[in-house]
């Protein structure tokens, strides 16, 4: 356990989002849920299981016009239709990139001695009511999770005068990245750019396990988000007892490949019974942002059961990670 630092307050009436015993398919848990705000409107996709013997995952959708009350559909909303997801649709992410709602999300499409096939594939909405997937956006089967889509798209090299010059970018996980070659013993954050969404070739190592709280691996949380003081990143460590908790760090405005700063210790981290007990126990998996009126509202899965909130003022947060000693000044 790290010292409180007070930055974030739990909502009291978490859990937001519990399981849903009329809706089998949501009935055992429903977690690791993401968001899209326009202000106190905000669009929620969650992770959700109803059986225990195959562990079969889709996605549900919830809405809410204040950030803390969500109504949900009875249906979900991406579910299973091609065979690369058989074994489940887990994790999704979103991000707005010109007007369009991108959704990264893990599929399982196969099991091998009882070790699932994963990769990551990609699904596209206008609205939240029809979904276009386009496949997979990491190599099949190759064990590519957490990748999550900046909301704009980014000018290098800003003498190349070709819209072409114009690059989506990344954060993934690839699990095989790791060995000398690699520069990284553990499962890293890398960022990835690439001149359409499905030929993200061009990759670096971003980020890479530094805290024992995080020496596992590492993974992104939400789609990054613009501030005035840099890209602000959240992401989950895993520590050798396989405890998740919340990290965060600023990247530069124009260089996403430059780490300003980064926690030493963890922001959010498994405290509170919905967090220490569920299906999966000490987990605290941030997947979720919106901003309201100045706070920032930070989605997670609790223990792989339910989906919580916390919120934290972004200034302060901002200030936090770039100066750990601004919370005493
Ligand atoms: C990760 C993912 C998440 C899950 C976490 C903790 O590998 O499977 O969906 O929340 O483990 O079990």
């Not at 307050?9 to 849920?33: D, G, M």
């Not at 990139?97 to 499409?109: A, R």
């Not at 114009?166 to 990284?184: A, E, N």
């Not at 989950?236 to 980064?262: C, E, F």
Request: include cysteine.
């Amino acid at each position: 356990m790290y010292p409180d630092i007070g930055l974030f307050q739990r909502y009291s009436k978490n859990p937001i989002l519990t399981p849903n015993s009329h809706n089998l398919w949501e009935s055992k848990a429903v977690f690791n849920c993401t968001t899209l705000n326009h202000g106190h409107q905000i669009k929620m996709l969650y992770r959700a299981v109803g059986e225990y013997e195959y562990y079969i995952s889709r996605v549900g959708y919830a809405s809410s016009g204040d950030g803390y009350h969500f109504e949900r559909k009875n249906e979900p909303v991406i579910d299973i239709s091609e065979n690369y997801e058989k074994f489940g649709i887990e994790d999704p992410r979103v991000t707005m990139i010109d007007n369009e709602i991108f959704i990264t999300y893990v599929v399982l499409s196969d099991y091998v001695k009882n070790t699932p096939r994963v990769s990551s594939a990609l699904a596209l909405t206008k609205d939240f009511i029809e979904y276009s997937k386009l496949g997979f956006i990491s190599e099949e089967f190759e064990d590519n999770k957490d990748i999550v889509f900046f909301p704009q798209k980014f000018t290098f090299n800003k003498n190349i005068k070709n819209e072409n010059a114009s690059m989506y970018v990344s954060l993934q996980r690839p699990s095989s990245f790791i060995g000398s070659k690699y520069g990284t013993e553990s499962p890293s954050i890398w960022l990835y750019k690439g001149t359409t969404f499905r030929n993200m070739n061009g990759h670096l190592l971003l980020m890479k396990p530094e805290q024992d709280w995080e020496c596992l691996k590492l993974g992104a949380g939400p789609s990054p988000i613009k501030t005035k003081k840099g890209w602000l990143i959240i992401y989950h460590g895993v520590d050798q007892y396989k405890v998740y908790r919340a990290g965060a760090a600023v990247l530069d405005l124009n260089d996403p490949s430059k780490v300003i700063a980064k926690t030493t210790s963890p922001i959010l981290e498994p405290l509170e019974p919905y967090e220490k007990f569920g299906d999966v126990n000490n987990v605290v998996f941030p997947t979720g942002t919106a901003i309201l009126d100045g706070n920032l509202l930070l989605y997670y899965g609790g223990a792989d059961k339910v989906c919580c909130v916390a919120t934290a003022n972004l200034d302060t947060l901002l200030d936090y990670i770039l100066d750990p000693f601004s919370l005493k000044k």
